[in-house]
């Protein structure tokens, strides 16, 4: 199989943080081909448009969880590795992916981390994916990127359904919040510097409680806004 050497990226508003221009230009110098797709592209909002959970994310200020079924929307689409913009690359990435149809990498021991994530178009996992957010994260509780992932690919063993890589966490997520001192193991290959902009949307009911009744979500809600 033909490797896919693109890299994608997605930012979702107006402005962007500093560190997402520091890693776009660092990926820029080190020569790799890349998009930064925005929510001016006709086919992002074809995509948003038509799932019904990216859309009312969209209309709630959850950016964060847009992008999460974009990535794999547009891996979908053109295949490649999608890279959040709070990531830099320290060796290249590519030769892990030979012969690979889906590679991701752990963000701590036990969960997977989809601030990288490698596809072919046609991978089985990808497409498996992408119809949990367009048909069936509604009946489920699961709405974290990375729990999704780790369910779908550890719990459901879907990491055995085709040629698949995991990877440790030194490779993708060295970088663990370090206070003051952090030094990159050999083997890392990319760098997240996981900023969570997620954490301070408002939104979060909705993801907390999409899956239950209306006493439930009754529930979820009082429990959330009544919160000091």
């Known amino acids: 199989m ?47 448009a038509a799932c019904p959970f990216a859309k009312t994310c969209l209309d709630k200020g959850l950016f964060a969880f847009v992008t999460d079924y974009l990535r794999l929307k547009i891996l979908q689409h053109e295949g490649g590795l999608y890279l959040d913009v709070d ?13 690979c149809k889906f590679a991701v990498g752990y963000e701590s021991e036990t969960m997977l981390g989809t601030a990288s994530i490698y596809a072919d178009p046609d991978s089985v996992i990808l497409n498996r994916l992408v119809h949990f957010y367009e048909k069936d994260i509604y009946q489920s509780p699961l709405y974290m990127g990375p729990e999704i992932m780790t369910d779908f690919l550890i719990g459901q063993k879907l990491h055995q359904s085709e040629s698949c890589q995991l990877y440790p966490v030194e490779y993708f997520y060295n970088y663990q919040g370090e206070p003051m001192h952090f030094d990159k193991p050999d083997n890392a290959y990319l760098t997240h510097w996981f900023q969570h902009s997620w954490k301070k949307s408002k939104g979060l009911v909705f993801l907390k409680s999409k899956h239950m009744g209306l006493l439930g979500k009754f529930y979820v809600w009082q429990k959330y806004c009544f919160k000091k």
Do not use: R, S
């Open 87 to 99: 990531v830099t690359i320290q060796q290249d990435p590519f030769p892990l992916f030979e012969n």
């Open 2 to 48: 033909q490797m896919i050497k693109k890299i994608h990226a997605i930012w979702l508003g107006k402005k962007m943080p500093p560190l997402a221009f520091v890693c776009i230009d660092d990926w820029h110098k080190q020569g790799y081909d890349f998009k930064l797709w925005t929510d001016e592209d006709p086919l992002i909002q074809q995509w948003i």
